[in-house]
Structures are given as C-alpha cells and as structure tokens.
C-alpha cells in the first residue's frame, strides 16, 4: 500500500513523506536535521534507507534541514534549476549530497514516479509534486500557492490522496498584527492559498475522484484548524459530498503527532 505522513507543515518548517513498504521520499526538510531524524524513527522509518528529497522552493521553512540531513544520510536532492540556483546562492546546497535538476518528464525514486509542476509563489521557479506509486495510486502536494492554476488542478485530478495549502482566513490576515507589506504579500498571486480558495480548489478535485484532502501549511496567526476544515467541508457539502463518504478530509498539524497514513 502507498503510505504517506505531514510531518511538519507550518511557515515554521514543512517536510512531508510518501512511501511504500520498502523505500520512501521526503518533499522538502524544512526543520532540522534532529527534529527531521526523530519524526522519521518515531514512525519506524530508516533515513538512511530514503531514496530522494525533493524540493518544492527556496524558502527557508522548506530547506533548513536539507544541507545537514541530506548530506549525513548521502540522499540525492532533486528540485527545478530556479531553486537550485537559489540554494547554491544560499550555500545550501555545498554538503555532501547530489543535487540534481528535476526532468520534466519526471524521475523514478524508490520505485515511485516523482514528476513536478509550476506553482506561482514568490520565489525563482517553485514547484508541486505527483507521485505514483508501483501499484498505480497516485498523490499530489502544493503548498504555497498564492493561486489556484488550471495546471495545478489538472495535476491534481484525479489523484488518490491530494495535499492543499489553506494558509488563512483573510479577514483574520486583514485584521490581524501582520505589517501591511506582508499582508500584501500573502495575499497577493504569488502569496499563499486562503482558505475560500482552497475550498473551492476541494470542490473541484471532489468532484474528479479525489477521496483524501489533506490540508496544509495553515499560519498559526491567521487561520485557525477548525475554520480551515470547516471552510472546505461546507464548499463539500454544499456540492453534495459527502464526509467519510464520498471524501476524506484532514488539517495537518504544524507537528504530526499521529502515524503513517495507508492508502
């Protein structure tokens, strides 16, 4: 069965893994090397044992840990050539560990089939992921997003399990303690996914086939899990899904303290 687990998933770290029963990936190390080791032995995974990291941009909440954690365990890091010019600027990519530029037609990985697509956020070319596994099951994740694409809809149709960013609620980001600058930032299209938007992207992939949502990436300050849940489950509702029925649907904890989900 293919198996997946949000480790970490907040603006203060994301690291998130899919595998099967003898190999896995991570998307992403944002949180350190200690902290990333003992997520994944707490869950009966080897690190050693990883076939790939594959990174979706250059933020340092999504590659803190790559440099030290890929570099101990030699895991080859893949990402597309804006962000590994952007790790080379940052120096996270001098440990000791391939870095590689991710194919557009995709790579294989611990007998998984990894392929990218475009995301619009604010950094030099940043990335979503699909992966199928060797059974024909298929996820996708994209978090950071500052808006919805037919590409990234496209890529996430029909998936098994799909990964969303609902980042925040935009009144409590409008009135919340943010500078203006930032709050402009978040909210514009190259900003991060609020939770209408997410809702409305679920509706959409519901509707193509997709029975488990994961929702990620929720601000500590702007969102709140239940709002979150709440949003996308009434969107689901109001189409006529049903929960636990037609769907699934998860908040991500900004640290997992639960298991590897099998699907």
Same mark, same amino acid.
């Given at each position: 069965?293919?198996? #997946? %687990? =949000?480790?970490? =998933?907040?603006?203060? @770290?994301?690291?998130?893994? #899919?595998? +099967?029963?003898? *190999?896995?990936?991570?998307?992403?190390?944002?949180?350190?090397?200690?902290?990333?080791?003992?997520?994944?032995?707490?869950?009966?995974?080897?690190?050693?044992?990883?076939?790939?990291? #594959?990174? !979706?941009?250059?933020? !340092?909440?999504?590659?803190? @840990?790559?440099?030290?954690?890929?570099?101990?365990?030699?895991?080859?890091?893949?990402?597309?050539?804006? +962000?590994?010019?952007?790790?080379?600027?940052?120096?996270?990519?001098?440990?000791?560990? &391939?870095?590689?530029?991710? &194919?557009? !037609?995709?790579?294989?990985?611990? @007998?998984?089939?990894?392929?990218?697509?475009?995301?619009?956020?604010?950094?030099?070319?940043?990335?979503?992921?699909?992966?199928?596994?060797?059974?024909?099951?298929?996820?996708?994740?994209?978090?950071? !997003?500052?808006?919805?694409?037919?590409?990234?809809?496209?890529?996430?149709?029909? %998936?098994?399990?799909?990964?969303?960013?609902?980042?925040?609620?935009?009144?409590?980001?409008?009135?919340?303690?943010? &500078?203006?600058?930032?709050?402009?930032?978040?909210? *514009? &299209?190259?900003?991060?996914?609020?939770?209408?938007?997410?809702?409305?992207?679920?509706?959409?992939?519901?509707?193509?086939?997709?029975?488990?949502?994961?929702?990620?990436?929720?601000? +500590?300050?702007?969102?709140?899990?239940?709002?979150?849940?709440? +949003?996308?489950?009434?969107?689901?509702?109001? *189409?006529?899904?049903?929960?636990?029925?037609?769907?699934?649907?998860?908040?991500?904890?900004?640290?997992?303290?639960?298991?590897?989900?099998?699907?």
């Amino acid at each position: 069965m293919a198996r #997946f %687990c =949000s480790l970490f =998933s907040s603006s203060s @770290g994301n690291s998130t893994y #899919f595998g +099967t029963a003898s *190999s896995g990936i991570l998307i992403d190390a944002g949180v350190s090397c200690k902290r990333l080791c003992a997520a994944l032995i707490n869950r009966d995974i080897e690190p050693e044992k990883l076939s790939a990291i #594959f990174v !979706t941009h250059s933020h !340092t909440d999504h590659i803190s @840990g790559i440099k030290l954690f890929a570099s101990r365990y030699g895991i080859p890091v893949y990402c597309t050539a804006g +962000t590994a010019a952007e790790l080379e600027a940052a120096e996270a990519a001098t440990g000791k560990f &391939p870095l590689e530029i991710m &194919p557009q !037609t995709g790579t294989e990985a611990g @007998g998984m089939e990894i392929k990218s697509f475009p995301v619009p956020h604010d950094t030099a070319q940043p990335c979503g992921y699909t992966v199928r596994f060797p059974d024909g099951r298929k996820a996708a994740i994209a978090t950071d !997003t500052g808006h919805m694409t037919d590409i990234i809809l496209n890529e996430m149709k029909n %998936c098994d399990l799909v990964m969303l960013e609902s980042n925040h609620d935009v009144g409590m980001l409008q009135n919340g303690p943010y &500078p203006y600058a930032l709050k402009r930032r978040i909210l *514009s &299209p190259t900003g991060h996914l609020c939770n209408d938007d997410c809702a409305s992207a679920a509706v959409q992939l519901v509707k193509s086939g997709v029975t488990r949502l994961f929702l990620g990436h929720l601000s +500590t300050e702007n969102n709140i899990p239940g709002l979150a849940f709440e +949003t996308t489950h009434a969107a689901l509702t109001m *189409s006529g899904a049903r929960l636990d029925i037609d769907y699934t649907l998860c908040v991500n904890k900004k640290e997992n303290d639960g298991g590897i989900v099998l699907f």
